[in-house]
């Protein structure tokens, strides 16, 4: 049961263009989210991160936005860059809460990723 | 943030022997965590280890399977014990605080046939 879920599997975009990475979450108990970049054969490598008591989060070109009513949150990039060509991973934990079932409030629940890629 | 390594970075193993993964941080942290990440899957907790007390386990994980070490505040092992091809997976350790970031070594990517 996938509790983070990132429907893309591959992005491609050009150049100069604004990158949107999705993510959906089910669990209502979720408050803090992370967007992680992951170049191959390196760790992933934290970018930004929102608390539920914000929508919106600006870091330079990266900014993330937070609709908890809909349970979903993107990441934008703008402009992209070839070096955003990556993997990015969303994160969500339950800081609030110390103990439940599917992956505890100590550690971090992964979607499965987007690959993107930046066409020069 | 913290820098961490990682050794071995990458390993073949033959099914029903063990590996130790070594996790090495150059700053004292309280909380170090294990993930996996299975070809095609999301990165998933496998435990986290404390200094001085026993690792949590994340449900499906047991430590019979897969022991812990945190011997002190930098430094950290884990052992895939009695592998089978579906252990086949790159490793990663991180730190932070709970619920909030954290910062990841580089992996150790481990093939068992």
């Known amino acids: 049961d996938q509790q983070v879920k990132q429907n893309s599997p591959s992005l491609s975009v050009q150049e100069g263009r604004i990158s949107i990475l999705n993510c959906d979450y089910t669990?209502?108990?979720?408050?803090?989210f992370l967007w992680y970049k992951k170049y191959p054969a390196e760790g992933p490598t934290f970018l930004i991160s929102i608390s539920s008591i914000k929508d919106k989060n600006e870091d330079g070109r990266f900014t993330v936005f937070l609709n908890k009513s809909a349970k979903h949150l993107s990441l934008h990039i703008v402009p992209s860059q070839p070096g955003d060509s990556a993997v990015y991973f969303c994160?969500?934990?339950?800081?609030?809460?110390?103990?439940?079932?599917?992956?505890?409030?100590?550690?971090?629940?992964f979607g499965k990723g987007t690959h993107l890629i930046i066409q020069p | 943030s913290a820098v961490i390594s990682q050794k071995p970075s990458r390993d073949i193993c033959q099914r029903g022997t063990s590996l130790t993964i070594q996790c090495q941080v150059d700053s004292q942290v309280t909380m170090m965590f294990w993930y996996r990440q299975q070809p095609g899957q999301s990165l998933t907790l496998i435990a986290t280890a404390n200094q001085g007390s026993e690792a949590t386990y994340e449900s499906g994980f047991v430590i019979d399977k897969f022991p812990i070490s945190r011997p002190n505040l930098t430094f950290s092992t884990l052992t895939v014990s009695n592998m089978s091809p579906e252990d086949s997976s790159i490793y990663l350790c991180s730190v932070g605080n709970r619920g909030f970031e954290q910062y990841f070594g580089p992996g150790t990517r481990l093939t068992v046939t």
């Open positions: 669990n209502s108990m979720f408050d803090y």
């Open positions: 994160a969500a934990s339950a800081r609030g809460l110390r103990m439940y079932s599917g992956g505890g409030a100590d550690g971090l629940t």
